[in-house]
């Protein structure tokens, strides 16, 4: 280990409880000006995973017992063999879609829907949106995104899904739950009678670097961080990520070449050197690639 | 071999007996509590007194562990603030009405249990065997996991309760995985009666039954989900007698979850009303 990497802490991968599909790779239909990786229609420096690609991995991962599997881009409907790649996952596990919402049809979803009820696992979706209104959305995801990604959450409500919408925050801390509370009255008068919601961090690289600021360099986790911190809460101690440039230790981690991990499941299992700024604002929120957290806990800072 | 199998007590000390009585009726050989004894119900001291007189062995689970150790909260690992709202009520609640020695009693229980019965390697544990929070639904987990699960816990049947509704997965040489359901509130179905479990391996079990295929010669096992009903007008009674959450409440009389609803995934939300 280089005198430069030794400062940062080494995190090792527990289990691979979670394998994720960069499955339309850096491409996508809207420009947000936050996205963490630069995703655009224009942006091809990760392609789209092959239905090969994804089954190749599903195999693989059976040795490992992984225990769920994630979808993500871009946007990942842009991918056409989606919908087979979905239903072949749900033969192995639980699956989850990350969306933006805009391109979702009713045929594909009631397709899904049918393919869930067949399997024993849960298919779920989760709707970036980021605020209950056009004010706080369209400005970082575009005009009229809003709209468009309300409809694709009534989709998804009316084919029977119980969608989680995500939202990166872009207010202040203390605004966050009457955020959340306006934003249950707007699901719900689009036809979501149960509002799943989670709030985001902002990952300050990629375009957001470009928006706003990036890291500083004091905002890098320490090895003495690390003492008596539940090593659960990083996505690199139980996943992995399918790109079709190999295989990286996070989604968002993926424009970063000492991130690769390595060509196949098996030559990827080896620990992680944390020394990105994003790094740090994992350790601070905490699970924020996984479903089950919908706020940010309590958030450890440096002292 | 035959065991009763149930969890999540929740203070239900009504749900307790009743559940202890179904399982002397069958003549089973041991019961064991995989843990929670407290949370949500009235007066929690009742449970202990029922598990000690009948030898119930215990396993710990979160709840128990943070009362014994008298932690600021119940580690149930929920997310929400609304579920962590009444998750903290009902702590507090709990902490302030077991016994110092119970709470000695709580801290001093295993986080697991293991025997062997006709061969069979089994493993008791709350949540999972890696982790006493660890939320295992039927919906989430595939059969890869508790494969290996049982490879690196060394185990041909687990049983566990943190998630609170049951289910049963055959796996790989007819091993088991189980979440034995809880007798503390009814499992999200609409119905106001809990859930225990029946386990009977070797020349007890059924039959037809699975045949589990561990290093040893073949074992069959039956799994039963027993529902164990108990009078739970008295028990919401009790509960607003100690001015517990009508949330709880309602629970007792409706068969329907009214909190802890956003660490579901979406096929176990979808089947519940809220």
């Not at chain 1, 630069?38 to 789209?48: D, I, R, T, V």
């Not at chain 2, 009585?21 to 929690?44: M, N, Q, T």
């Not at chain 2, 060394?154 to 049983?159: E, S």
């Not at chain 2, 039959?207 to 007008?233: E, M």
Request: charged share 25%.
């Amino acid at each position: 280990m280089s005198q430069a990497t030794s400062m940062y802490p080494s995190i090792e991968l527990r289990s691979l409880d979670e394998l994720w599909f960069q499955v339309a790779g850096t491409v996508c239909n809207l420009t947000c000006e936050h996205c963490f990786i630069s995703c655009s229609p224009h942006n091809h420096s990760f392609e789209f995973l092959s239905f090969k690609d994804v089954e190749t991995a599903l195999q693989e991962s059976v040795q490992h017992g992984v225990r769920e599997y994630y979808f993500t881009g871009g946007e990942p409907f842009l991918n056409k063999s989606l919908r087979q790649m979905l239903k072949r996952t749900l033969e192995y596990g639980p699956a989850t879609v990350l969306t933006n919402g805009t391109v979702l049809s009713r045929s594909w979803l009631n397709e899904l829907y049918a393919a869930e009820q067949a399997s024993r696992f849960s298919l779920e979706f989760r709707v970036s949106i980021d605020g209950p209104s056009p004010d706080i959305n369209d400005p970082v995801r575009g005009a009229g995104t809003f709209e468009k990604a309300i409809q694709g959450v009534s989709l998804l409500c009316d084919a029977g899904f119980l969608p989680i919408v995500t939202m990166t925050q872009t207010w202040d801390d203390s605004d966050s739950l009457q955020i959340l509370e306006d934003f249950r009255s707007v699901l719900k008068s689009h036809g979501c009678s149960r509002p799943r919601l989670k709030i985001l961090p902002r990952l300050k690289i990629g375009a957001e670097e470009n928006r706003t600021e990036g890291y500083q360099d004091t905002e890098r986790i320490t090895p003495e961080m690390m003492h008596d911190f539940d090593r659960n809460q990083l996505l690199c101690n139980h996943s992995r990520v399918v790109t079709n440039r190999g295989i990286f230790v996070c989604p968002i981690l993926i424009e970063s070449s000492d991130a690769r991990m390595g060509e196949t499941l098996g030559k990827s299992l080896q620990p992680f050197s944390m020394q990105h700024g994003a790094c740090y604002t994992c350790y601070q929120y905490g699970t924020i690639c996984s479903n089950t957290t919908l706020s940010p806990p309590e958030r450890p800072t440096k002292s | 071999m035959k065991l009763a199998l149930f969890g999540g007590l929740y203070s239900n000390y009504l749900a307790l007996e009743a559940a202890i009585a179904d399982a002397r009726s069958r003549e089973v050989d041991e019961i064991v509590c995989l843990g929670d004894l407290g949370a949500f119900g009235p007066h929690p001291d009742r449970v202990f007194p029922l598990l000690r007189n009948h030898n119930i062995r215990c396993v710990q689970g979160n709840y128990d562990n943070s009362i014994g150790n008298q932690l600021d909260d119940c580690q149930c690992g929920y997310t929400d603030p609304r579920d962590n709202h009444f998750a903290q009520m009902s702590y507090e609640y709990t902490l302030k009405n077991t016994s110092d020695d119970n709470k000695v009693w709580l801290r001093d229980l295993p986080v697991e249990i293991r025997m062997v019965a006709d061969g069979l390697k089994i493993l008791l544990c709350h949540g999972s065997p890696r982790k006493t929070n660890e939320f295992l639904w039927e919906s989430s987990t595939s059969n890869a996991f508790l494969d290996r699960l049982s490879a690196e816990y060394n185990a041909d049947v687990i049983a566990g309760t943190h998630s609170g509704i049951r289910w049963a997965r055959k796996l790989t040489d007819g091993r088991h995985f189980i979440n034995v359901g809880v007798l503390g509130r009814p499992g999200n179905d609409g119905q106001t009666h809990v859930w225990s479990t029946i386990v009977r391996t070797g020349a007890d079990a059924d039959k037809d039954a699975t045949v589990c295929r561990p290093s040893g010669p073949a074992v069959p096992v039956s799994i039963d989900f027993v529902p164990i009903r108990y009078n739970h007008h008295r028990l919401a009674k009790e509960m607003r007698a100690e001015s517990l959450p009508a949330e709880f409440i309602e629970t007792v009389l409706s068969g329907w979850w009214t909190t802890c609803l956003e660490i579901l995934p979406s096929r176990e939300r979808r089947a519940g009303r809220f």
